[in-house]
């Protein structure tokens, strides 16, 4: 189905679709007018959520904590809608209207009677005398059996039952702040009014008692589990202080507090002289280079170095032995230290010997090279002392913790009762944390909810906008209206109009005829006068172009055929002979429909005339002859049958029919043959080799089958033999 065979239907249908769209808007228009006019009371209610110190959006991990909010938010709204707190509300109406005198207090509704609730006044007054004695009472049963009986009913006919509140009331979070607005719409502004008013006092009320029933079980589990722990924890303390004094245990943590001290000390002592050897090693490649720039050879004077050099080397080792003493009695020995400067100031006195004596020397006559020697030794000497004193470092931590490590008793029981005693205190830190943040909790919690907006009696109805809803529900039946219009037509298998059946048969289409009421047609006044109703003129003019297009075809013989029987073969073959005789042409008409031969009723011919019954096989006797007539046309010759059981291959057996119709073309200009039916019968295949052109009747009221599509495609496969389609009885309102 292509989008303009659809459009094409919607324009033909536009009245139905106008009708239906006006009728649903003036509908909806006029019943929206008979609702009652609706009042609609707002309050608002901050819960400080987004305040609170635990729920921070802004902080850490922000998507988790909008989670958590809207999570919070989410619940908060849900136990407002909830039943209990809409039994709550309920109650407070019932009381109102229950109690209301009619003079100083109106009740906002007067239920209908009904014949099968009946109250005394008595049995009210007792039900209101419960209601009162029950409103400040948060417990859930808080009425008695028969009395929640006598709620339920009357709750249902005042409509303050809680499924009919959970409609009327509206409950939502504004945006993603910290306030819920609570909104109430009903027929009556005060009950609006008092319906927000009454359900956010009863809703706070109801929150901070459940909240503190909360907190103080968690208070009370909390402090069950304090003691608990606390008492687990000092008995593992009695128990590790009684092993440690049995079996002489000494405090290994106070013991080794000073050691690990001194070893921090180490280490950091150590990391000095490391990046020191860095940088002395760094700035000795140096000068080494800048001395083999300035002076490459330097044999001369060789021996007097070589010797310095051993008198520094005996130093050396004498100041790393005595440093090592030094280090070892920790620092405190002041001869030692006293020896170690004269050592030091000897190894310098050494050092500038070697200088002076490399300026002395003939082969340096660069004022730079005697800078260069003395940082090179600079570098030297404190190379040495730091990887000495490196060394020293290092020996000495390796002292320290072997002593640590000898401090740790290697006792089973002393090492079980030390888990067992952390593990205790870990667990008891746990508890006391949980058992403070619950009671902080308990003392706060209650008083985070409050009225920020409390309610207003609304002064004017709710706008019903019966001008909007009525144009929607006419957009919305035009729509529904087209949507049915589409699937009627996608999945409409009908030849209803020319597009259809095209699409449908891919047969080279020719042309339609329209349908007429009247059965029995006078051709001869259609065709020669004007008629005054136009569906004649239509038909007349169909004709005329179906005439042209077999006159142009310049073939003689036409063999006429449909899919099914009673498509309107017959009518089509009288009414085109009809008018190829008109312009004074002359026409045989064959009927080689031997199963259903409605043509040989105006058989002008007899049937021992016809070669085609009296040659071969003689199957005239097989039937009767129904007569003949003229039908009133000039120049046209019916030539019938008596009909046949066989196949027309069978009949025509032994016959020549091509040659049969070239005698016959001799005398007459036109051949029409008609065929049976192509889903039923093999005929029309058998004939189709005998004749020019093939011409297929379709019923516009029939629809596509499957046998169809195998003659379509027997159709298709004649080519050129194949003149085209005719559409039958088409109803002009299917084209205009």
């Not at 109250?119 to 929640?148: G, I, Q």
């Not at 055929?561 to 042409?585: D, M, P, W």
Request: hydrophobic share 40%; with cysteine.
């Amino acid at each position: 189905m292509d989008l303009q065979y659809f459009m094409h239907v919607l324009w033909k249908r536009k009245w139905l679709l106008l009708v239906v769209g006006l009728v649903a808007a003036v509908a909806t228009f006029f019943l929206v007018g008979l609702t009652p006019y609706k009042f609609k009371s707002r309050a608002v209610i901050e819960t400080n959520f987004l305040n609170n110190a635990r729920l921070n959006v802004l902080g850490d991990n922000p998507f988790i904590q909008a989670y958590q909010a809207e999570s919070m938010f989410s619940e908060v709204m849900e136990q407002m809608k909830s039943r209990p707190v809409l039994k709550l509300l309920s109650e407070e109406l019932l009381y109102h209207d229950l109690s209301a005198d009619g003079v100083e207090v109106e009740p906002f509704r007067v239920p209908e009677v009904d014949e099968d609730i009946t109250y005394s006044r008595s049995e009210l007054e007792d039900f209101v005398a419960v209601l009162s004695s029950t409103k400040d009472t948060l417990a859930a049963p808080r009425l008695e059996k028969h009395n929640r009986l006598t709620f339920n009913e009357l709750a249902k006919a005042f409509e303050y039952d809680p499924e009919t509140l959970y409609e009327d009331l509206e409950v939502a979070r504004k945006g993603e702040s910290d306030f819920i607005a609570i909104e109430f719409t009903s027929e009556h502004p005060g009950l609006s009014y008092f319906a927000v008013q009454k359900f956010c006092e009863e809703f706070l009320n109801f929150y901070e008692a459940d909240i503190l029933a909360t907190e103080d079980s968690d208070v009370r589990k909390f402090r069950e589990e304090l003691n608990s722990k606390r008492a687990a924890f000092r008995r593992l303390t009695d128990e590790l202080d009684a092993y440690r004094s049995a079996n002489n245990i000494v405090d290994v943590e106070k013991q080794s507090s000073t050691l690990i001290e001194r070893i921090s000390e180490l280490n950091v002592s150590i990391e000095q002289e490391r990046q020191n050897i860095l940088k002395q090693k760094k700035a000795l490649a140096t000068t080494t280079r800048e001395i083999g720039k300035i002076a490459p050879e330097m044999n001369d004077g060789f021996a007097k170095k070589q010797y310095l050099n051993e008198d520094l080397e005996k130093i050396q080792q004498e100041i790393k032995l005595n440093r090592n003493k030094y280090l070892a009695g920790g620092r405190k020995d002041k001869a030692l230290e006293e020896k170690l400067e004269n050592l030091a100031a000897r190894r310098d006195d050494i050092g500038r010997q070697m200088a002076l004596y490399e300026v002395r020397n003939e082969r340096l006559e660069d004022s730079r090279l005697e800078d260069l020697l003395e940082k090179k030794v600079d570098a030297e000497i404190e190379l040495q002392s730091a990887q000495n004193a490196l060394r020293g470092y290092e020996s000495e931590i390796r002292r320290l913790t072997g002593d640590q490590a000898q401090m740790v008793t290697d006792d089973a029981g002393y090492k079980n009762l030390k888990s067992e005693w952390d593990l205790a205190q870990i667990e008891y830190q746990d508890a006391k944390y949980k058992f403070d943040k619950a009671e902080i909790s308990a003392t706060v919690h209650g008083s985070q909810m409050r009225i920020f907006e409390p309610a207003e009696i609304p002064d004017e109805a709710e706008p019903r906008h019966r001008a909007i809803l009525g144009a929607f529900a006419g957009v919305a039946g035009t729509t529904l209206t087209t949507v049915l219009l589409f699937l009627l037509t996608f999945f409409d298998r009908s030849f209803s109009n020319p597009e259809q059946f095209k699409k449908m048969s891919s047969l080279p289409f020719l042309g339609m005829i329209n349908k007429l009421k009247d059965k029995q047609l006078d051709l001869a006044a259609i065709f020669g006068s004007n008629a005054a109703d136009k569906n004649y003129d239509y038909f007349k003019e169909a004709v005329r172009k179906l005439r042209y297009t077999m006159e142009a075809s310049d073939a003689r013989s036409f063999l006429i055929t449909s899919n099914k029987k009673g498509e309107g073969k017959s009518f089509i073959v009288l009414t085109l002979a009809y008018a190829l005789s008109l312009n004074n042409r002359r026409v045989l008409i064959i009927d080689t429909n031997f199963k259903n031969n409605s043509l040989s009723a105006f058989s002008n011919v007899p049937n021992d005339e016809n070669p085609l019954l009296t040659s071969g096989q003689n199957v005239g006797n097989t039937g009767s002859n129904l007569g003949t007539q003229n039908f009133r046309m000039n120049g046209v010759d019916i030539m019938g049958n008596v009909g046949d059981a066989r196949s027309a291959s069978e009949v025509l057996a032994g016959k020549n029919l091509r040659s049969i119709l070239r005698n016959y073309e001799l005398e007459y200009d036109y051949i029409l043959l008609e065929a049976a039916a192509l889903n039923e019968y093999s005929d029309a295949r058998e004939l189709s080799q005998f004749v020019d052109k093939v011409i297929l009747v379709a019923d516009a009221e029939n629809k596509l089958t499957n046998e169809d599509q195998d003659s379509y495609a027997f159709l298709r496969n004649l080519g050129s033999k194949l003149l085209g389609s005719i559409l039958n009885k088409v109803s002009l309102k299917e084209i205009r």
